[in-house]
């Protein structure tokens, strides 16, 4: 099996023949997605006449096409998002003029001037206080039955988020939960409650989008978590057929300050970080390098496209072209290694019926590349060199144990990508897309210190 296997692993690792660095102050990387979706959500015709289904339901209720609800922890409840900036007309589009209308759609009607505390004086879907965001909070905190119950919200409405719905009408609920749950809960704890939020909502006629959390910088194991509660929420979203915003992305781009997180590890940073103006509506080119102006920026984005698409019934995106068969995985295990323990790659490969080649490829920081040696699982050498030429494909299933270290050293830390692919003989690979279709794969790992 190892004849027929070319393996591509970029990598920050050090270790004997893998020389790399560590920088402590990167986020912990985390688990690449296997359908990872952009930040806006792709709205298709499929999808949105689900939306449309659930948007006239809310519609025949009484809820408001022009309000949207705000549900989550700190990040959601804080001023930075989008109350004193949208829903105080403070705010600079820079080039991005084009969200203007959608602004002022949901800027339009306004609640009793005692539901909000912003600036301004004036409540709108943008400033008004949400009965269901507080600071601490985790999913389960929406669900929970309320102590104090404010005038309107007697049961069965007597839990945060039925109150909020029952309260606001809205026609969509912006949700993010998951900074403080990967620290009370695990993972199918956390989907329970997301998917009966989405429930909830759903019954109610509103239209969910869940968000993806941003990275835990505070403490390597919580941050280490965030890729799994990630995935749940990617999850959730695909089985209830929701639109899906995926924050956590938007944080990615080497150009973000800190990884658009403020220095306490857990809350996202703002322009001018308040020394002496809090700038987290600012769209400029600087201004989008910070956290909270992408959070309320790309939020924009996501009322935008279900405004225009779902609210306002306009044109839906393409579907997307289905993905091909998968004929090839890898599996890493643990899925969390450290320093001092063990790391395994296992990959199966289905039939094929036709000649490869077969190339094992470590690439390292600095361009510096190593090939995997055959029959030595825990070696690697120098260059780049093909496994093996003109396979004549295989006749059955195989699965190969290709890498093994019964024990990282101590100064293996890091992360790095595994791809696996086979490529059609006398192919010189460049990348993952050289590979025969179907017969690739592509895993992350992060290595932590013991």
Known sequence: MRNSLWIIVASALAMGALVATHNPASPPVVRVLVDQPPVVPQINTEMKTRLRAVFEKGQAQGNSADVFSKIGDSITATYSFLAVTMGCNDYNLATHTDLQPVIDFFRAREFPADTTDVWCGVSNSFSRVSRCAESGWSAGSALETLTDIPSGCAAPYNTSLRCELRLARPSIALIMFGTNDLQWDDTETYRDHLSRIIQECLDNGVIPVLSTIPPRMDSPSLGALVGEFNEVVVSVAHDNQNPIWNYWLALQGSEMVNHGMSDDGVHPNLYGNCAPECLSGDFSAEGLRYGFNQRNFTALQVLDKIWRVVINDGTPDPSPTPAPARNLSIEISPQSPS??????????????????????????????????????????VAGVKPLARNVKGLSSDVRERVFYLPALPADAVGSFTVSVGLVSSGTHPTGIESAITGYADQKSVTIERQ
């Open 339 to 380: 320093a001092g323990g063990p790391l395994l790659i296992e990959v199966t490969v289905q039939p094929l019926q036709k000649s490869f080649d077969a190339w094992g490829i470590v690439r390292a920081p600095g361009g510096r590349d190593y090939s995997f040696v055959p029959g030595r699982e825990s070696r690697l």
